[in-house]
Structures are given as structure tokens and as C-alpha cells.
């Protein structure tokens, strides 16, 4: 089945720690986004890319950093500059028509220990 | 610039109430994109339905119904005879412009409970 895989499920950083969290989609879309979302909050798009080795900052880019090596994959690194990286991150893709929805992955749960 | 208002937080129904969730936007583009999103406990984002700014027809889908009116900016999303299944977060967004990245601007999210 065609989809966006997004591992590990859950994640646990130690202080000083950079943490890489993977997202994998096979339904051959360009676009790929990261989203943080807080308890409660809305989602935040932390960064995008429209197409491989292209990637543009969203609005909390702050202490993430992401690549886009190929156009399966797009993923993203919580920095230790990241101060308060408890969050739940969703990973999306969409194809190259402006109406097509994003589609997401299941989503990687972060805490800090 | 885009933005989305969910007004209501949480609302709690009883089963087989129909129960309505509201949505207002604001954006400059005209042409835009609105989209309802559902969050069950799991955490997927599950997409529901998108509306074109151009295409103010209402759409029904088994007991869900949307209601886009670009008069008020409102585009409100109706659960007829609400089961415990639709128990979620539900996000309307907006996505502007014919061209670009399209980025999706969310709201804050309306959680719904359903009573048994």
C-alpha cells in the first residue's frame, strides 16, 4: 500500500543529545513537510521541501535541521539547540497540484529524559 | 496572510446527536483551498474533504456534510447521528495561491467527545 512511514513511534533524547526522526513515502509526491504539534495546539510547519535537494524553513525552524537527499525520504533532526523538544512530529507529502492534501504519516512522539 | 479559527475547543455530544463544527478563514489569495482534517487517539491526521474557492457547492458524505459559504469566510462541517467512532480532534485548514508551496495553515483543532 502506498503511504508515509514515519519511524520510531516513540523517541527519548538525553540533554546535549541531536535526535533523527525518518519519514519515508512511496506514493511519488515532491512536497514533503514537518509539522510539530503541542498538546492541545494546532500544527506547526517546521520545515518543507518541494523537491529533492531543496528544503525552505517553515515557522519554528529553530533548532531542527532537515535534508532531502532523494525524493522518497525527508528527515529530520532535532538539534540540541532545541530547548523544549517535547512534542509530537508529524511528517507530510502532497503531490504537485495546489488542491491536493497533504497526506501524514503516523506521527513520532519525542520526549526528553 | 492565511488564518484559521476553530472557536469551539472540545464539545461533548450524545450518541446519534448531530453535532456541527465550526470553521472561519481569512486570506488575501482568490484562490484557495480548504481542508478538514480528523486526529483520532492514535494521532494520524486523516484527510476528510477539500473545497476549491470557487466551488461554494455543499457536500454530503454518508453523515457528514460540509457548508462553505465564502459570504461569512466559514466553511463548517456537520456529524449527522454522531457515533462514538467520530470521538476525535477534528482541524480545518487553508492552503492559498495557484502556484508554490501551498503550505496547509491550521487551526487550533475542535475536540469531540461522543457519549455512549
Not at chain 1, 535541521?65 to 525520504?73: A, I, M, P, W
Not at chain 2, 483520532?40 to 457548508?67: A, C, K, M, T
Amino acid at each position: 500500500d502506498g503511504g508515509i512511514t514515519q519511524s520510531p513511534k516513540y523517541l527519548f533524547r538525553k540533554e546535549g543529545q541531536n535526535v533523527t526522526l525518518s519519514c519515508e513515502q512511496n506514493l511519488n509526491h515532491d512536497a514533503m513537510y514537518w509539522y510539530r504539534q503541542d498538546p492541545g495546539q494546532g500544527l506547526r510547519l517546521i520545515y518543507y521541501s518541494q523537491i529533492v535537494n531543496d528544503f525552505q524553513k517553515g515557522d519554528i525552524a529553530e533548532g531542527y535541521s532537515v535534508s532531502r537527499e532523494k525524493k522518497e525520504s525527508f528527515p529530520l533532526t532535532v538539534t540540541s539547540a532545541q530547548k523544549n523538544p517535547t512534542a509530537f512530529y508529524l511528517c507530510a507529502s502532497k503531490g504537485w497540484q495546489p488542491n491536493q492534501p497533504q497526506h501524514f504519516g503516523d506521527g513520532t512522539r519525542l520526549s526528553i529524559l | 496572510a492565511q488564518k484559521v479559527t476553530q472557536a469551539q475547543t472540545e464539545i461533548s455530544v450524545v450518541e446519534k446527536e448531530d453535532v456541527t463544527l465550526d470553521c472561519v478563514y481569512e486570506t488575501r489569495d482568490t484562490t484557495y483551498y480548504l481542508f478538514w482534517y480528523k486526529q483520532p487517539p492514535s494521532g494520524e491526521l486523516v484527510f476528510l474533504i477539500r473545497r476549491n474557492s470557487f466551488d461554494e457547492q455543499n457536500e454530503i458524505s454518508g453523515r457528514y456534510s460540509w457548508n462553505f459559504q465564502k459570504s461569512t469566510s466559514s466553511f463548517n462541517f456537520t456529524i449527522t447521528a454522531s457515533q462514538v467512532v467520530d470521538s476525535a480532534v477534528y482541524f480545518c485548514a487553508l492552503s492559498g495561491g495557484e502556484t508554490g508551496a501551498n503550505n496547509l495553515f491550521f487551526g487550533t483543532g475542535t475536540r469531540l467527545t461522543v457519549i455512549p
